[in-house]
């Protein structure tokens, strides 16, 4: 099995700064894309940033130029630099991760979420 544990989350006030961190563990051979989606109540989840194995990186829109998405491969980790935050970036976010299994299974995989709060 492979899980994948988020931390960081918090409250902040607008034009502040949170770090998110997530860490996958178990039984992993490689792990590909990492991506961090949101989820704000009422509203669909979405994609906020990925980064491919080979540090390529894809923002939604409304973060670009305030969040920056980056992983460290030795340690299985990806992490999401949130700058200039706005209260519309409230949300709980979660970790994805596309990793192929010591069985070589290749499997989508989720953290449980962590609260992003942004006071106005």
């Known amino acids: 099995q492979v899980q994948l544990v988020e931390s960081g989350g918090g409250l902040v006030q607008a034009g502040g700064s949170l770090r998110l961190s997530c860490a996958a563990s178990g039984s992993i051979r490689s792990i590909y894309s990492m991506a961090w989606y949101r989820q704000a109540p009422g509203n669909q989840r979405e994609l906020v940033a990925e980064i491919t194995s080979g540090a390529t990186t894809n923002y939604t829109d409304s973060v670009k130029g305030r969040f920056t998405i980056s992983r460290d491969n030795a340690k299985n980790t990806v992490y999401l630099q949130m700058n200039s935050l706005k209260p519309e970036d409230t949300a709980v976010y979660y970790c994805?991760?596309?990793?192929?299994?010591?069985?070589?299974?290749?499997?989508?995989?989720w953290g449980q979420g962590t609260q992003v709060s942004v006071s106005s």
């Open positions: 994805n991760a596309d990793v192929r299994n010591y069985y070589w299974v290749r499997k989508n995989y």
